[in-house]
Structures are given as C-alpha cells and as structure tokens.
C-alpha cells in the first residue's frame, strides 16, 4: 500500500497482492459486484477496477452503480507522503449521502482501515435497506 499527495487528492493505493483481500475486506462482491478496489480517493471515494480493467471512482457510500465515474491513475504515481495521515481515513460520523455535514467538525473523525471496512459495510447495507422495497409476507 501506498499513501499520499497526488496534486489536490489524497490518494492510497494498493499493491496488485492486496486489491482481492481488500476487496474482500470491503464486502464488494456483495456491494458492488464485478468490481475490485484498487484504491482510495480523497478519502470520500473508492477507486475501482471492473473486471475488463476500466477504472472508476465511486463515493465509498453509496455503494451505488449510477455514482461511477471515470478515473484514470497510471500504477506507477507518485505520491508525496504525509505521515499525519498515514494509516488513517477520515470519516464522516454521519455520511454526507444520509445528510451528514461535511464541513462540521464534530462530524469528522479519523478511522483505521479496518474499522473504514467496517463502517463502509454498514453504511451500505443500510443504504440499500432503504432503498429495497419492503418484503411481502
């Protein structure tokens, strides 16, 4: 893995022998099947492979197909380092997707990558809760 400034973005990228336990880490055959992350963008967004090499960038919540966005990164980038942010994600307490401030600082935190996983699971899985009509008996 790799971390750092790349212009305006903060960019973490994976090494090729992490992006299947990464991805798997994240739930994406579940959330977003057909895709494997590659990376993340600016903190807020995934940066994704389909399975003929495209990439993309996504918001890490929702989860959503029609969120896709092209993104091109060359593997070989160069990113200067910032050890304040290294091993660490921010995280919108309450995600902007379900009306969270993403100017209060009361609504920032810093999280590990493990608990990143965690939280972009649940977060998605309520997003898509909502999203489902309800089951009929």
Not at 33 to 46: S, T
Request: net charge negative; charged share 25%.
């Amino acid at each position: 893995m790799r971390e750092g400034w790349c212009g305006d973005d903060h960019l973490i990228i994976f090494a090729e022998s992490e992006v299947d336990p990464v991805s798997e880490r994240y739930a994406m055959p579940a959330l977003l099947p057909g895709y494997r992350i590659l990376g993340l963008r600016g903190w807020d967004d995934f940066i994704v492979q389909d399975a003929v090499g495209r990439s993309y960038s996504i918001p890490t919540v929702p989860l959503d197909l029609q969120y896709l966005s092209p993104f091109n990164i060359s593997p070989n980038v160069t990113l200067l380092k910032d050890e304040r942010f290294e091993g660490k994600i921010k995280w919108y307490v309450k995600p902007t997707a379900f009306g969270g401030d993403p100017k209060a600082e009361d609504n920032i935190t810093w999280v590990s990558h493990e608990q990143h996983a965690q939280l972009v699971r649940w977060w998605n899985n309520l997003y898509r809760s909502m999203k489902s009509p309800p089951k009929r008996m």
